[in-house]
């Protein structure tokens, strides 16, 4: 790292005042960033904040609406990944593009242009994986490596084109910590030869490790430019999160009831290589409050949902409780006869059937709880139909024709739709993920006021939430999730912004893990 | 000049009731210059194949008795395929269900009452769902493909078949013919009228009838759609996906089963070793161009059942063979999915004089 020194490096990339709407919605506003030669530059933000899109431009799969490029001092148009590439561009996708079912080589050979011969490449790649301190054996099928090393062919397979810039978005995400140990080392060495590397991250102490120089972005703005070695993680995690925020209201203290959700040390195995798995997930929610989970995309949010809604079931029935009767191995629609409700993230293809009407996605969460839609195995439209006319009077759908094809709905329509359907059957307890993730300003204050009022009616509401804003208006207990732990709740008016950044960013998580230690020697130690 | 095909915003409904009239067209017209190239004048040739099987009372009869079985098996498959259960494999558990409904016959020759007749329907379901619950529990189980272990399990029945015809369940009285017992009395479908139009047309036009009402109206056809179409939302509503493919295959299983017994003690009245002129490959395409509505299948049925009987016309008229009913059958299947594509896309013109530019 201190091999870094601004003042000798040429200067490589240069965006300025790169700008990207979407209709009105500004992804990217006046965003300036530029990148020395072998510079390790952070791209430091919440999701949202337009990472992946000033990417996009910089990679070329984005044209920006306003702005301009420089490269090597010279201004041009990047019209597509492969003129990016051609320059030198190279990224590392957090999602890898690899198959299976071929070798190591195989896979290589498929992005690199030009004819293939194969046994050379595999020399090469044998030669380069081993220099860089990512082994590889170029024979070995893809199908059978683990996450870790499969990243490294996303890593070799740039490095062989010899890149001036290696973008890698969110690179730690799928690794293990030994695992990124490695990849740091490979970075810093990188850098040593003159290679730059935009790192893309949320990991405050990787970013204070790692990188020479941050951009932070904030809804679509730079809103720092900073050396984070100067900065403490506190401090980054403000700028992250943004002082900016609206004071914390302090609502007249719920009257929490008894217990209706309780979580007792829950845990799941991941799925699959993009999946997190869940550990020892404590969690309670009383009847008369909202408590929120904070936490950034990806943390293991979609799969808490889906082992809390019974999509997934737990191993053991007493890990879930709804009301104190264990739900663990019951599927979702025996919590919805218990007056459990959900809200799933995805509305369309989740929550809710693109293809089908309106009052068919009534059935999808209703049939089960309500006796007048299913008599005898026959599904009765007309009644459908009537809560169909419910919702949409009392949270204001607005919609073409009377029952017409989901998919058709505008984002916030829609999800008034699906949070409807759920709050018509005045449910004791209510689960939803991000209630109002991509829904306009009126949708989402709606959303959130039914909320409110659910809760002012004595039932329970657990929000999972990347929107902190959201979180800070509607929650009365607040809880973060950082790779799939989830940290103790504690009342929003006890929190600070810095306090809870710091969280997302994962400072709970060492903590939990020594808690669980001390917690397993205590149980060895008592007989 | 490029071709080049685009994505609609959506689904084109339009498109979707228009693609299998233009697949039949598409395939008339290649057909007609498939026989031209024989040397056939096309518009005789096409009357032979398509025109002809319906002029006589006796081939209409004969239609009916070809349809009946594609029509069984095609809406078992249309509510398979809407679930994306893809049973490929309808043919050997057509071969099943003939296999175990021929037992009664065979183990019990002298039982003869309208229960016999019943039994041996209801073993020939049984038959066939079992034999597709093999690829249901490999696909449940380890996640295996049901495409290949369906299409492969039809040799292993086609197999056994053959063997027990020439072996165990041959006639003792046959002359050493590959043939088990003549099946007698109640051991077969009563006839329609006078002809061989047999109450397999019957069960056919019932099953529609009733996967009709079930998938439009139950809410286990509502789990069907749902399943194929959103699986998320399906698992949200609390339905699973595994037991969805089990449905599918079973149900599948067994109206192949049904239309397998129904052809030994239908037209065949004995075991042979060959059972089915491949009915169970056939109501695939039928399934498909009936857009997997029962309702549809009666109508594609009938339709397909005119490339066999063509086949057999053009065999006799015009001195080819009756396979150009089966390359009929294919040109038809790769039409209809080729037309298909045109539901979620369309076809555009570029101009080469404007580069495409990235982005």
Known sequence: MTDFNRGDAKQLLEVRNITKMYGDLAANKDVSLAISQGEIHALLGENGAGKSTLVKVIYGSLQPTSGEVFWQGEKLTIANPAAARQLGIGMVFQHFSLFDALTVAENIALALPGKLDLPKLSEKIARVSVEYGLPLVPTALVADLSVGERQRIEIVRCLLQEPKLLIMDEPTAVLTPQEADQLFETLHRLSNEGCAVLYISHRLDEIQRLCHNATILRHGKVVATCDPQEETAASLARLMVGADVHEIKTRSAPQTGKAILSVKDLAMKPDGPFSVALKNINLNVRGGEIVAIAGVAGNGQGELFDVLSGEKLATNNDDILISGIGVGRKNINVRRQMSAAFVPEERLGHGAVPEFSLSDNVVLTRFATSGRIISSGMINAKASQNILLNIVEEFDVRKSGPDPEARSLSGGNLQKFVVGRELDRSPSLLIVNQPTWGVDAGAAALIRQALIDLAADGSGVLVISQDLDEIFEIADQIAVISRGQLSKTVPAGDLTLEEIGLMMAGSHENNAHQNNNDANHASEATP | ?359
Request: proline share 5%; charged share 10%.
């Open chain 2, 1 to 359: 000049m490029k071709l080049i095909l685009e994505k609609r915003p959506e689904r084109s409904k339009k498109m979707a009731l228009l693609s299998p009239i233009l697949a039949i067209g598409l395939t008339v017209l290649f057909g007609a210059i498939i026989f031209a190239a024989r040397g056939l004048n096309p518009l005789t040739a096409l009357y032979v194949f398509f025109i002809e099987p319906v002029t006589t009372i006796w081939s209409i009869e004969e239609l009916i008795v070809k349809a009946a079985p594609l029509i069984l098996i095609g809406v078992g498959l249309a509510v398979s395929f809407e679930a994306k259960v893809w049973n490929i494999g309808a043919e050997g558990q057509l071969i099943m269900g003939a296999l175990a409904g021929s037992m009664i016959p065979i183990f019990f020759t002298g039982w003869q009452s309208p229960l016999t007749l019943v039994a041996m329907l209801v073993l020939g379901m049984i038959g066939g769902a079992l034999f597709g619950a093999i690829p249901a529990f490999l696909k449940t189980r380890f996640n295996a493909n049901e495409i290949l272990t369906s299409l492969m399990l039809v040799y292993v029945a086609g197999y056994l078949g053959d063997w027990l015809v020439r072996g165990p369940w041959r006639d003792p009285n046959g002359y050493n013919f590959p043939k088990s017992v003549s099946f007698e009395g109640w051991q077969l479908l009563p006839t329609i009228g006078e002809g061989r139009v047999h109450i397999g047309a019957l069960l056919a036009v019932i099953a529609a009838l009733a996967l009709a009402f079930m998938m439009s109206k139950t809410l286990k056809g509502f789990e069907i759609k749902i399943m194929g179409n959103a699986p998320r939302a399906g698992m949200f509503a609390g339905f699973s996906p595994k037991k969805t493919v089990w449905f599918a295959m079973l149900l599948s299983g067994a109206l192949a089963g049904l239309a397998g017994i129904s052809e030994v003690a239908g037209p065949s009245g004995q075991l042979q070793p060959v059972i089915s002129p491949g009915y169970g490959f056939t109501a695939i395409i039928v399934a498909f161009l009936g857009r997997l509505n029962p309702i549809g299948v009666i109508f594609a049925g009938v339709l397909l059942a005119i490339s066999y009987l063509g086949g057999e016309s053009a065999q006799m008229t015009l001195g080819i063979s009756a396979r150009i009913g089966q390359v009929f059958q294919g040109m038809l299947l790769f039409f209809i999915l080729a037309c298909d594509t045109l539901i979620l896309y369309r076809v555009k013109l570029l101009s080469s004089t404007k580069p495409a530019t990235g982005g």
